[in-house]
């Protein structure tokens, strides 16, 4: 069961969906973009450009739960578009098949506790007073719930080390020309300048080489040490370079 919804950006609507989000079991699995859409065929002509939350939810248990759930993030407000049905897990990739496929991409990432009401203020405000030069390009905040299964792991237990931390938000900015990169990349420094007072660490995938100054966002103080003693016994030489580095000096 699942698919994408979309919905109006509003503050109580992003509110709703985080709490909906952080009370669903297990079965659960949300990430949600907010953002202006793009003119999509899915989307009414009316709609194109208009602020939206776009959530794309993953139900994998009984399907009647899956239901009641979905129907619990369809009543925060009129959907712009409903693509919730039950689908085979395959078409949870093939929501969206004219989106273009992204080349350039911007990004800021970090985990957090929670998004406070100036946050979410700060990222309408922002999505809507843009003036970026395209409207095939994508400005976006995503947020992504977390807890459930990762949560119950003990935090030494490996190196991913903010299973405590209850979001995942990153605002991104892809698929731009590159003669409009330093617009974006402005952009998403604005905005990532704006809400990451809520920073509580970051999580490695959504960083790359220009982010290694904040490896230590990513790895706690302890748990550096010990992927450094790793490094030491198993790559003295630093064959595994082409990364964001561990450095045993």
């Given amino acids: 069961m699942g698919g994408a919804l979309f919905l109006p950006a509003t503050h109580e ?11 669903a079991p297990d079965e659960l699995t949300t990430i949600s973009l907010i953002t202006r859409l793009p003119p999509l065929a899915i989307v009414p002509p009316e709609a194109h450009g208009q602020l939206a939350v ?21 009543s ?39 998004l406070d009401d100036a946050a ?26 977390l807890g459930g299964a990762i949560s119950r792991v003990p935090i030494d237990a490996t190196a ?4 405590q931390r209850k979001l995942l938000c990153s605002v991104v900015a892809a698929g731009f020309a590159e003669a409009d990169t330093d617009r974006y990349r402005r952009w998403v420094r604005s905005l990532s300048g704006a809400i990451r007072h809520l920073a509580k660490g ?9 982010d290694e100054p904040r490896l230590h966002e ?5 748990t ?5 003693e790793v490094k030491r016994r198993y790559d003295p030489t630093n064959l595994f370079h082409r990364n964001l580095n561990i450095r045993t000096t």
């Fill in 13 to 23: 609507v992003i509110r709703g969906v985080l709490d909906l989000a952080d009370a």
């Fill in 160 to 163: 991913f080390a903010h299973r």
């Fill in 218 to 222: 990513t790895y706690p103080d302890s």
């Fill in 54 to 74: 776009l959530i794309t939810l993953v139900w994998c248990g009984e399907l009647h739960e899956g239901e009641r759930f979905v129907t619990t993030f369809r």
């Fill in 120 to 145: 979410i203020g700060s990222i309408l405000q922002q999505l809507e007073e843009s003036n970026l030069p395209s409207t095939q390009a994508l400005a976006a905040v995503e947020l992504r719930v």
């Fill in 202 to 210: 970051a999580y490695l995938n959504f960083l790359d080489a220009a």
């Fill in 76 to 114: 925060l407000a009129p959907p712009i578009a409903d693509l919730l049905h039950r689908r085979p897990y395959p078409e949870m990739y093939e929501l969206i098949p004219e989106a273009p496929r992204s080349v350039t991409n911007i990004t800021y990432s970090f985990a957090a506790d929670e």
């Fill in 224 to 228: 550096y040490r010990r992927l450094v």
